[in-house]
Antibody, heavy 119, light 107 residues
Framework: EVQLVESGGGLVQPGGSLRLSCAAS????????MHWVRQAPGKGLVWVSR????????SYADSVKGRFTISRDNAKNTLYLQMNSLRAEDTAVYYC????????????WGQGTLVTVSS | AIQMTQSPSSLSASVGDRVTITCRAS??????LGWYQQKPGKAPMLLIY???SLQSGVPSRFSGSGSGTDFTLTISSLQPEDFATYYC?????????FGGGTKVEIE
């Protein structure tokens, strides 16, 4: 069974840092591109970042570019999101999601982890 | 970025009703269009990909259609478990972008 389990969320002050993790199981993690998507309270879904299966390629939304860094450890089947210089507008539930092959978009999602940026 | 405009933003319907949700892209996205269902406090779930392909395990009352810039999600006979928020997604061009969502409520 495919499982994605996020962790690392919490309350952080503006300007602070947080690292999210996404532990994958039930599939060959090293062969899938992985993504982060966030959802502010009561709002819609917004794509944040992606990383290729081997870690050689990354992309970021303009809103987080230069502040967030995506990474992965294929030996540990884990995806990460390092978030620096956090702002109030980064407050959201952060989901990791797997992108399947071909034109199948995000087919499996984690349960999400809440990040709250507030003083 | 490609803008995805979903309508309506909310609707009220009864069990057994036929429901249609539309999504319009700001440019041609070919067939790179998916639909998701999200229930409160839960992660989104993929319903349809490539405009009209049903994801494994999704009931056949869900269907998708469209091409180019205009797309539709149809629920042929609304069931109690279908009350949720629905989002379209384009991943034809980066960044992937979602529609604003359609909340389907009980009438």
């Amino acid at each position: 069974e495919v499982q994605l389990v996020e962790s690392g969320g919490g309350l952080v002050q503006p300007g602070g840092s947080l690292r999210l993790s996404c532990a994958a199981s039930g599939f060959t993690f090293s062969t899938y591109w992985m993504h982060w998507v966030r959802q502010a309270p009561g709002k819609g879904l917004v794509w944040v970042s992606r990383m290729s299966s081997d870690g050689s390629s990354t992309s970021y939304a303009d809103s987080v570019k230069g502040r967030f860094t995506i990474s992965r450890d294929n030996a540990k089947n884990t995806l990460y999101l390092q978030m620096n210089s956090l702002r109030a507008e980064d407050t959201a539930v952060y989901y990791c999601a797997r992108r399947s092959g071909g034109n199948i978009p995000f087919d499996y999602w984690g349960q999400g982890t809440l990040v709250t940026v507030s003083s | 970025a490609i803008q995805m405009t979903q309508s309506p933003s909310s609707l009220s319907a009864s069990v057994g009703d036929r429901v249609t949700i539309t999504c319009r892209a700001s440019q041609d996205i070919r067939n790179d269009l998916g639909w998701y269902q999200q229930k409160p406090g839960k992660a989104p779930m993929l319903l349809i990909y490539a405009v009209s392909s049903l994801q494994s395990g999704v009931p056949s009352r869900f269907s998708g259609s469209g091409s180019g810039t205009d797309f539709t999600l149809t629920i042929s006979s609304l069931q109690p478990e279908d009350f949720a928020t629905y989002y379209c997604l384009q991943d034809y061009r980066y960044p992937p972008t979602f529609g604003g969502g359609t909340k389907v409520e009980i009438e």
